[in-house]
T-cell receptor, first 110, second 115 residues
């Protein structure tokens, strides 16, 4: 069945360093979503990418959707302590459900 | 989001007990979902419902059942809880959409421990 693989599982960075998490699907995706879960919190929607090769930015966060629509990345420039949490990608399955990646846990040392 | 609420927030129970987790939403969304979260495994779909008369199994439905009592309420039951059902459970909602925009809104979660 459709799988969404996400790497790395965990990353610990120094405040000010950049961070990237990668998401790969075994099948072509119509779109991909990204969520952030703060420690002790619940997942919160960040963004959705739909078009092949699409790049979107939210302040220090840059989201990319691959040309083949099978991979995506989230890059954070100059991490801050407020960036800590788990970042999930998710792709639709059968048009109606989401399949989530396992998530990347980001820790930031100040 | 305060618009999606879950009760209880924490629960400790014993093996074999029946447990019900409740979810309510004021967002007016038709679609509701139950997920469980385990460390390193992300969010896995248990059941989902696209309207009051529609119930569908997700990828890990064994040992669980659900009830959609109203558009705003979706309950998850563990008929006979077992320790490997210890997890963080999330309810989520989304609007009905013919396009790709199916952003999901999550409740605060229920932490369930089965001893």
């Amino acid at each position: 069945g459709q799988q969404v693989m996400q790497i790395p599982q965990y990353q610990h960075v120094q405040e000010g360093e950049d961070f990237t998490t990668y998401c790969n699907s075994s099948t072509t995706l119509s779109n991909i979503q990204w969520y952030k879960q703060r420690p002790g919190g619940h997942p919160v929607f960040l963004i959705q990418l739909v078009k092949s090769g699409e790049v979107k930015k939210q302040k220090r966060l840059t989201f990319q959707f691959g040309e083949a629509k099978k991979n995506s990345s989230l890059h954070i420039t100059a991490t801050q302590t407020t960036d800590v949490g788990t970042y999930f990608c998710a792709g639709p399955k059968n048009g109606n459900k989401l399949v989530f990646g396992a998530g990347t846990i980001l820790r930031v040392k100040s | 989001d305060a618009d999606v609420t879950q009760t209880p927030r924490n629960r400790i129970t014993k093996t074999g007990k029946r447990i019900m987790l409740e979810c309510s939403q004021t967002k007016g969304h038709d679609r509701m979902y139950w997920y469980r979260q385990d460390p390193g495994l992300g969010l896995r779909l248990i059941y989902y419902s696209f309207d009051v008369k529609d119930i569908n199994k997700g990828e890990i439905s064994d040992g669980y059942s659900v009830s959609r009592q109203a558009q705003a309420k979706f309950s998850l039951s563990l008929e006979s809880a077992i320790p490997n059902q210890t997890a963080l459970y999330f309810c989520a909602t989304s609007v009905q959409s013919t396009g790709p925009y199916n952003e999901q809104f999550f409740g605060p979660g229920t932490r369930l421990t089965v001893l």
